[in-house]
């Protein structure tokens, strides 16, 4: 009885794991990451700086009266070229309850993959640390990297939340 | 057809709180020898209405105890009771106890039974003069024979109260089920209790139904309770602070907002919808005299906007007194327990402030009122000898002073002694100025882990305190000042701001960016002459209002580019933060407005230097600078030390 349970969940299981991913380019590299927690996509706009933030944190913008803060994974992880032109893409995502804006170069496409459809991350040769990757998967035969978006908003290297804000001391 | 009766349980909670309120404050100020009928019949009701709700609501712990209080009250006012102080003292004490009842019902945690049955029991002492140990058996007894009512449902109750729900034992077998009323049977049940409690009260059985509490009682107390925890609540039944802390710590989330308030906001949701039209019809319409027109239109839509806020923000002001009415029975508890005599008097309890402050002024202002008592006012014979009256007066005073509210608690105490607190100074290693000014001096008693008391008792005397209270007021932005003579009384001033969510700021420009200066800490604007400014190593000083200020550069402390970098070039802001004076320099003052704070924290995290960001009239974030933050990197001893030798100097000219 157990079993047959298990089995059924896991059936299930495999069926929901068919995810929608939006793809976007930073440099020449197509990456993807998960639509379920994308807000919204809209163009650049220019950005109030934070005092003595990391190069990669461009500032705050307002969205509709929230005060969101603008990353740009181009400066964070080294690719391409933190240019600023009327095609530079900021994606807003919701994370955590949190809204998060990042700098792309380009969103490309909205792709659906499976878990079958997704290769665990090679060790080394791709400008994220593994450990913020879902893996790699093959579309129309180029190779699209699969981000882990909650693990890289929410880690420490982006200092994106306050530590104690985390706790919930604050 | 199902009703739910907890949709109602946060009323009665809300309810009840007012009825204690009102019950505590006139029990403070009542007379015992000549108690005035008014009030006690006031008392009374409030008693009764308790009573009524918990009734019907099945929340048996305040039934019992309000009955019995009930009876006192009703014999008090029938003139059949003395009033002492001591069953005022009593009556006080069983309107703590309820207050903790109330809250543990609100927050779904078991009540503490012991401390009912201690409760009922010291009032039946008060009403029979006799034991109430005694008092039980003997009832027990009475009661099989008598009430027939109790007798039926005696058994369900004690299997009920063995199972510890926390219900039981005022009304009978549904009072378990009676959050869940959805079966008529059991509405009718509880019907039948409240009714049941009022012909009580109209026939003469109330001794022996009050009684029947005490009886019933322990039989929670023998299988919920452990012996420890009786023995605790007998030594100490209620220790007033412990008590008073509970009540305070719970946020209340509901408010109750006067009608006329609501109906304003109703009618300018009206105009503004009207406003929003007209401009819909002014914008896109081609007449010479549109433009024109639309003017009108965004005037009317700035003065609709400005009264919407006026209103909202109307709503979540409540007046002072809510903080100010808790502090008769704190004032009059430490007074007695301490052997002095003190007199509060309070003033402007009228005086509205927002709601979230209210709740953090609690604790600081608690703080100062019982340090006032424990340090200032004099024991009576002390203050005889210095040829003070006897009482001591502490008065607690509040006003509206441009956009802050000014608290003020003031006594007629020893005053702040300067050289104890030089002294404690020294001691405890604290870097100070000898020379200083007496407000130098005082400000002194702020620094963490200071406390001039000689011994330290459980009121004040820690060293803990001050400090605390400094920050906290800094936390809501606000700015506490001392005065004080010796020997006359000192008086601590508070100085809030009317509201935490817009602030009046300077919108200043450094570099292409904008920011907010909050308008409170602003001194004046200056542009600098060479003669003005000096250097001293990296530093550079401005000599104005006969004194030097150290500069900070804004631009270079938010990292900007393309800032003005010569001072003379530059706009200097002179501000006067809690700790240090300093000049701000920025490349030009933009104009002053009304800014709504927006947190950094909620999408982002906590910025140094920035007490949150605003959005401008152009859309654009703009960061508003928290000055007490930017003051902790300047070093200002430079400034003050070159202020003396000019001094100095100059006094030497002469």
């Known amino acids: 009885m157990n079993e047959t349970l298990t089995k059924n969940e896991r059936s299930e299981h495999l069926v929901l794991q068919k995810r929608e991913f939006l793809s976007f380019v930073l440099g020449d590299e197509q990456y993807a990451l998960d639509i379920m ?24 913008l307002n969205l509709r009266g929230d005060i969101v803060p603008i990353v740009d994974l181009r400066i964070k992880f080294d690719v391409g070229e933190a240019k600023y032109d009327e095609f530079t893409i900021v994606i807003m995502l919701n994370v955590f309850d949190r809204i998060v804006g990042i700098v792309v170069d380009a969103v490309s496409d909205v792709i659906t993959l499976s878990e079958d459809d997704i290769k665990p991350p090679p060790e080394f040769g791709v400008a994220f640390d593994t450990k913020f990757l879902h893996g790699l998967a093959e579309v129309n035969e180029a190779m699209v990297i699969i981000v882990n978006i909650e693990s890289l908003i929410s880690s420490e290297s982006l200092a994106l939340f306050d530590s104690s804000n985390q706790d919930g001391q604050e | 057809m199902s009703i739910d009766v907890e949709q109602f349980h946060q009323v ?24 005035d009928p008014e009030s006690l019949n006031s008392i009374f009701r409030a008693a009764h209405s308790i009573k009524g709700g918990s009734g019907i609501f099945g929340f048996s712990g305040l039934g019992g105890l309000t009955h019995v209080m009930e009876n006192l009250l009703d014999k008090a006012r029938h003139g059949e009771q003395e009033l002492t102080k001591e069953i005022i003292n009593q009556l006080l004490k069983t309107t703590d106890l309820l207050k903790s009842i109330l809250q543990d019902y609100r927050t779904g945690t078991s009540l503490n039974h012991s401390e009912i049955d201690e409760g009922i029991c010291a009032l039946e002492k008060t009403i029979n003069g006799e034991s109430c140990e005694k008092k039980r058996m003997d009832v027990a007894e009475d009661d099989n024979d008598g009430f027939g009512f109790f007798e039926l449902d005696d058994g369900d109750d004690t299997n009920q109260e063995n199972d510890s729900t926390g219900f039981g034992l005022f009304d009978d077998s549904d009072c378990s089920d009676a959050p869940y009323l959805d079966d008529s049977d059991e509405a009718k049940e509880s019907q039948e209790a409240f009714g049941f409690f009022d012909d009580e009260e109209s026939t003469a059985g109330q001794g022996a139904f009050a009684n029947v509490d005490c009886q019933k009682e322990p039989l929670i107390e023998s299988s919920a309770n452990s012996p420890r925890k009786i023995g605790e609540a007998g030594k100490n039944p209620l220790p007033p602070s412990s008590s008073s802390k509970k009540v305070t710590s719970i946020e209340s989330k509901s408010i109750r ?30 007449a010479p005299d549109a433009k024109e027109k639309l003017q009108l ?17 109307s709503m979540r002001m409540l007046p002072i007194s809510f903080v100010f009415n808790r502090f008769p029975r704190l004032v009059r508890d430490l007074a007695e327990k301490l052997e002095k005599d003190v007199e509060l008097q309070i003033e402007g ?9 209210i709740e953090k002024l609690v604790d600081p202002l608690t703080h100062l009122v019982r340090n006032s008592i424990d340090h200032g006012i004099e024991r009576p014979q002390v203050r005889l000898e210095r040829g003070k009256a006897k ?15 000014v608290i003020s608690i003031r006594d007629d105490g020893a005053g702040l002694d300067k050289e104890r607190i030089l002294e404690k100074a ?52 606000g700015r506490i000042n001392i005065s004080s003579v010796q020997g006359e009384g000192s008086s601590f001033s508070i100085s809030v701001p009317l509201t935490l969510a817009i602030v009046d700021g300077m919108c200043v420009a450094s570099g292409d960016q904008v920011f907010v200066v909050p308008l409170v800490t602003i001194v004046e604007s200056i542009q600098p002459l060479p003669q003005q400014l000096r250097s001293m190593g990296n530093e550079k000083l401005l000599w104005v209002r006969d004194r030097y200020w150290p500069i900070l550069n804004l631009a270079k402390r938010m990292d900007i580019d393309h800032a003005v970098e010569q001072p003379t070039d530059a706009i200097i802001i002179l501000i006067e933060s809690s700790k240090k004076r300093f000049g701000l320099m920025i490349d030009k003052l933009l104009g002053q407005q009304q800014v709504v704070i927006k947190s950094l924290e909620q999408h982002y995290r906590r910025v140094p230097g920035a007490a949150g960001a605003t959005i401008m009239g152009d859309g654009h974030v703009a960061i508003i600078l928290d000055v007490e933050s930017l003051s902790e990197d300047i070093n200002t001893e430079a400034a003050e030390r070159q202020t003396n030798e000019r001094n100095v100097d100059q006094k030497r000219a002469i």
């Open chain 2, 257 to 286: 907002v006067d009608t006329s308030k609501v109906d304003l906001l109703v009618n300018l949701i009206g105009e503004l919808v009207i406003t929003q039209s007209m401009l819909t019809v002014q914008g896109t319409s081609e």
């Open chain 2, 391 to 405: 009482s001591g007066v502490i008065t607690l005073s509040a006003a509206q002073r441009g956009g802050n509210i």
């Open chain 1, 37 to 60: 927690s994308v807000k919204e996509i809209r163009g650049y706009e220019p950005v109030t700086k934070i005092a003595n933030a990391p190069s990669f944190i461009k500032g705050v």
């Open chain 2, 297 to 313: 239109g965004l005037v009317e839509l700035e003065r609709n906007t400005r009264e919407l806020q006026e209103a909202v923000m």
């Open chain 2, 426 to 477: 020294r001691q405890n290693a604290l870097s100070f100025n000898p020379n200083g000014t007496d407000e130098d001096v005082w400000n002194l008693i702020f620094a963490p882990g200071f406390s001039t008391a000689d011994s330290v008792t459980d009121i004040s005397g820690r060293g803990v305190g001050m400090d605390v209270v400094k920050r906290n007021i800094e936390s809501i932005g």
């Open chain 2, 12 to 35: 009665f909670f809300d309810e009840s709180e007012e009825h204690l309120q009102t019950m505590e404050a006139l029990l403070l100020e009542i007379d015992p020898f000549a108690p």
């Open chain 2, 349 to 357: 309890g009228a005086t509205e402030i927002d709601k979230g402050l």
